[in-house]
C-alpha cells in the first residue's frame, strides 16, 4: 500500500483546502518544485497534484507550477483537475505525467474515459469525490445524482489504472478517513481504489492498512492520499511511509 503525499496548486501555490472550499485555501509553500522535491526526499514513491483553478475552469491554469514539479522530480506524478478532453490527457502524458486523473468528465462522458484508456493503458485513473454517496463534479461546486458506486462500476471492465476515491466531507478536516465508504466500493468493484480525504494521524494510516483488501471481486485499497495533516505536521510522512513499506498484509 502507498502513502501518497498531496499538492494542490493554487494561483500556482501550494495550499490545502478545507472541504473544497476555494475561499478556506491555506498556504503552504509558494515553491511548488521544491515541495514535491521535499516529500521525494522522505521516500515518497509517487505524488497527487490537482490543479484547483483548473478543476472549477475546466481547463489547465496551473501548468508552470506543474511543469516545475515535473522537474524536479524523478518519481511518478498523477495529476488532476480540468482534464477534461483527449488533447489535454495528450499534452499531460507527453509532458512527463504519469497517470491522468478524469473526474467530471468521467461523470459527463464515461466514453471519452473509454477511448483514453484503450488510446493510453495504465495512464488513465478516474477520480469519484463524493458528498454524502453521491458524486460531485465541477471542483466539487455540483453535486449529481449519481452515487459514487455506479460511477466506479461504470469503469470496471474499461481498463482504468486506478480509482482516487475522496469523501468530501472529510477532505482537509483532520477528522479521520471514510474507510467504511472506500472499502465497500473496493468489494463491490474489482478496481484498485486510492483512500483520500480526512486522514489525521497514524492510527488512520493503521486501520485502513487492515482494511487494504483484496476482496472477494478483487478490488482492493492500493493507497493512501495525504495532505493537511503532513503539512501541519500531525502526521510524520517519512514514519508513516517506512510503517506501511514494512507492514505485512492482514
Known amino acids: 500500500m502507498l502513502l501518497i503525499p498531496a499538492i494542490d496548486l493554487k494561483n500556482g501555490q501550494c495550499v490545502r483546502l478545507f472541504q473544497g472550499e476555494m475561499e478556506q485555501a491555506t498556504i503552504y509553500s509558494d515553491n511548488p518544485g521544491a515541495m ?6 522522505l521516500g ?16 489547465p491554469v496551473n501548468g508552470q507550477a506543474v511543469r516545475t514539479i515535473l522537474a524536479a522530480l524523478t518519481i511518478p506524478v498523477q495529476l488532476g483537475g480540468g482534464i477534461r478532453s483527449l488533447e489535454t490527457i495528450r499534452m499531460w502524458l507527453e509532458a512527463g505525467i504519469a497517470t491522468v486523473i478524469l473526474g467530471t468528465i468521467a461523470c459527463r462522458d464515461p466514453e471519452l ?3 483514453a484508456c484503450r488510446l493510453y493503458p495504465g ?3 478516474v477520480g469519484i469525490d463524493a ?5 460531485a ?3 466539487w461546486a455540483e ?26 466531507s472529510r477532505d482537509g478536516a483532520l477528522s479521520g478517513p471514510n474507510i ?6 473496493a468489494e463491490a468493484v474489482n478496481l484498485p481504489f486510492i483512500l483520500s480525504g480526512g486522514i489525521s494521524s497514524m492510527t488512520d494510516i493503521q486501520q485502513a492498512r487492515l482494511h487494504a483488501g483484496p476482496f472477494a471481486r478483487g478490488g482492493r485499497i492500493a493507497g493512501i492520499i495525504t495532505g493537511k495533516a503532513i503539512y501541519d505536521g500531525r502526521l510524520d510522512f517519512q514514519a508513516a511511509n517506512q510503517w506501511l513499506a514494512q507492514s505485512v498484509a492482514p
Open 36 to 41: 514535491a522535491a521535499h516529500w521525494q526526499s
Open 44 to 59: 515518497a514513491k509517487r505524488l497527487h497534484v490537482v490543479d484547483l483553478n483548473g478543476a472549477f475552469a475546466g481547463e
Open 113 to 115: 474515459v473509454r477511448t
Open 123 to 125: 495512464r488513465i485513473s
Open 131 to 135: 458528498r454524502n454517496g453521491r458524486v
Open 137 to 139: 463534479v465541477e471542483g
Open 143 to 168: 453535486t449529481t445524482d449519481l452515487s459514487a458506486l455506479e460511477l466506479a462500476r461504470r469503469f470496471e471492465d474499461a481498463g482504468v489504472y486506478e480509482v482516487i476515491f475522496t469523501d468530501i
Open 180 to 185: 467504511a465508504a472506500t472499502r465497500a466500493l
